[in-house]
């Protein structure tokens, strides 16, 4: 059974950095593809972008491109999510998922088979 463990989320001041971690344990991710979306309190899920094995990346939300920046350690089973120039409209929970690929439909690209604990990240000064 794959599970997935998210870390890496904290208070960071508005301009900050961070980098979460998306750990797989139980499988291999040879299968699967890996994609990041976050939820803010009272609002729905926003998908953030979707990495494949081979490391080709689906960036789902244009007004995130250029900031937020997906890869992965296959080695380490591993996917990280860089967050840069965050802003306080960045808080939310973000989660990462699991799935045999990215998905291209609006309205599924926050689905997958296997989804995280989730890691909390606050932008506030």
């Known amino acids: 059974q794959l599970q997935l463990v998210e870390s890496g989320g904290g208070l960071v001041q508005p301009g900050g950095s961070l980098r979460l971690s998306c750990t797989a344990s139980?499988?291999?991710?040879?299968?699967?593809?890996i994609g990041w979306f976050r939820q803010a309190p009272g609002k729905e899920r926003e998908a953030i972008s979707c990495?494949?094995?081979?490391?080709?990346?689906?960036p789902y939300a244009s007004s995130l491109k250029g900031r937020f920046t997906l890869s992965r350690d296959n080695a380490k089973n591993t996917v990280f999510l860089q967050l840069k120039s965050l802003k306080p409209e960045d808080t939310a929970v973000y989660y990462c998922?699991?799935?045999?690929?990215?998905?291209?439909?609006?309205?599924?690209?926050?689905?997958?088979?296997?989804y995280g604990q989730g890691t909390q990240v606050t932008v506030s000064s």
């Open positions: 998922g699991a799935r045999g690929g990215c998905s291209l439909l609006p309205g599924t690209q926050t689905q997958y088979d296997y």
């Open positions: 139980g499988v291999t991710l040879d299968d699967y593809a």
């Open positions: 990495i494949t094995y081979s490391g080709g990346s689906t």
